[in-house]
C-alpha cells in the first residue's frame, strides 16, 4: 500500500461529494467555485489509476486473463449491488438521484460498463459510474498490453494508442461510443500509467535529493494550474469543471502533479499517515458509489424538517457526509471486503497453486 495515495483518494472522493453538494447548495448560496471542485477529484482518480495499473502489473509476469479477472474483482461486485439496489429503489417509485425512467436495457447496459444517454446525459443508472465505464476500457486496452513484455514498449504502446484514440476523435464521425471513447479526457489515464513507469525506474530518490522541496513546488503548481484555470473558465464564461483538450491540460496536469508529490514524498520517507483519512481512503469507492444517493436522501429529509433557506443547505450537508461516511465504511468492511476475499479464494481453487493476487484498489 501507498499510504500517501490513500490519503489522496479520499480527499478526491470529498472533492467529488463537494461538487454534487453544490447542485443542492447552488440555488440557495453563492457556491460557483465548488462546483468544479469535483472535476479534480475524478481526474484525480484517472490519475490514480493509470499509476497503479501500471505499477502492480510492471515485473510480475501477470497475464490479461489474471489481471482482468482481478480488477473485475475489485470493481464489479460493489457496483453492480448498488446499481441493482438502484434499480429496485426506482421500481418501488421513488426515483432516486435523477433516474426518471427505467428500462430493462438501461439496466443492462449499466451492469455491462456501456455508455448510454438517457435524459439528455451519457450515464448509466448510478450517474458516476460514467467513470468505470472509461476504466473499464482501459482495463481491457492494457490487458492486451501485458502480452508486451518490455515496460517501455508497454509504455509506448498505450500512449500511441490512447493518443489515436483522441487525434481519431476530431474526426467527425456519427455515433455514441465513438464519441465517448475519443474524448481527450483518456490522456488523463496515459499520463497516470507514465508516473508509474516512472515509479517503478527512479526508485528512491538520491541522498540530498530535495524531496520536500520538489514536492511542495509540484502540490503549488497544481495550485496554480486549477486556479489559473478557474480564472479563465470565468472570464471566458465557460464551464468550470471543463470539457475537451482543456480539462486534462488544466485538471489532468494538475492530479498527475499532486499524485506525483505525493508518490515521491513516500519514496522520500516522508508517509501520511492519518488514520481517519487512511480508513476513508480504503472505503473511498463505496463512498463514490454511494454518496449521490446520500445527497438525495438528505436532501428528502432536510426538506421535511427545515424550511427553504441556509440551513436547510447545512442540513442535507451535514446528513449527507455523515451518512455517506457512515455507509461507505460499512459496505467496505462488511460487503467490499468479505465478498472480494471470498471471491479470489474461489478463483485460487481453479487456477493452480499461484493465488491470485489481492486486488488493488482503483
Known amino acids: 500500500m501507498i499510504y500517501n495515495l490513500q490519503i489522496l483518494r ?3 472522493a470529498y472533492a467529488v461529494f463537494l ?6 447548495a447552488g440555488p440557495i448560496l453563492p457556491l460557483p467555485d465548488a462546483l468544479a471542485f469535483g472535476a479534480a477529484g475524478v481526474d484525480a482518480f484517472f490519475v490514480l489509476s493509470g499509476f497503479i495499473m501500471f505499477v502492480s502489473t510492471a515485473g510480475r509476469g501477470e497475464t490479461p486473463g489474471s489481471f482482468l479477472l482481478r480488477r473485475a474483482i475489485r470493481v464489479v461486485p460493489l457496483y453492480w449491488l448498488v446499481t441493482l ?13 435523477g433516474i426518471v425512467e427505467l428500462r430493462p436495457d438501461y439496466v ?7 455508455p448510454f444517454s438517457r435524459g439528455g446525459y451519457v450515464e448509466p443508472l448510478n450517474s458516476v459510474g460514467w467513470t468505470l465505464n472509461y476504466e473499464m476500457f482501459f482495463y481491457a486496452v492494457f490487458a492486451a498490453l501485458l502480452l508486451v513484455t518490455s515496460l517501455r514498449a508497454r509504455m509506448t504502446g498505450l500512449a500511441l494508442a490512447f493518443g489515436a484514440l483522441v487525434v481519431l476523435g476530431l474526426a467527425p464521425v456519427p455515433g455514441l461510443y465513438w464519441a465517448y471513447y475519443t474524448k481527450p479526457i483518456v490522456l488523463e489515464f496515459v499520463a497516470g500509467a507514465g508516473l508509474g513507469y516512472a515509479y517503478h525506474h527512479l526508485g528512491v530518490p538520491p541522498p540530498g535529493f530535495p524531496v520536500r522541496r520538489t514536492a511542495g513546488v509540484a502540490l503549488a503548481a497544481a495550485a496554480s494550474i486549477v486556479l489559473a484555470g478557474q480564472a479563465a473558465a470565468i472570464t471566458l464564461g465557460a464551464d468550470l469543471e471543463m470539457t475537451g483538450f482543456l480539462r486534462p491540460l488544466v485538471w489532468g496536469t494538475a492530479a498527475f502533479l499532486a499524485v506525483g508529490a505525493l508518490v515521491l514524498l513516500e519514496r522520500g520517507g516522508v508517509v501520511l499517515r492519518w488514520r481517519w483519512l487512511l480508513s476513508q481512503g480504503n472505503a473511498s469507492y463505496a463512498f463514490y458509489l454511494i454518496h449521490n444517493l446520500m445527497l438525495h436522501v438528505g436532501g428528502k429529509v432536510a426538506a421535511v424538517l427545515v424550511a427553504p433557506g441556509p440551513l436547510r443547505v447545512a442540513l442535507v450537508f451535514v446528513l449527507a457526509l455523515s451518512a455517506s461516511i457512515a455507509l461507505g465504511e460499512w459496505l467496505h468492511r462488511v460487503v467490499e471486503v468479505p465478498l472480494g ?3 479470489r479464494r474461489w478463483c485460487d481453487r481453479g487456477t493452480g497453486p499461484a493465488p491470485l493476487a489481492g486486488a488493488v484498489v482503483p
Do not use: D, E, R, W
Request: hydrophobic share 70%; no cysteine.
Open 10 to 12: 479520499a480527499l478526491a
Open 19 to 24: 461538487t454534487h453538494f453544490g447542485l443542492y
Open 341 to 343: 476475499a471470498a471471491l
Open 85 to 97: 439496489a438502484l434499480a429496485l429503489v426506482a421500481l418501488a417509485g421513488l426515483k432516486p438521484i
Open 108 to 114: 443492462v447496459q449499466s451492469l455491462l460498463f456501456l
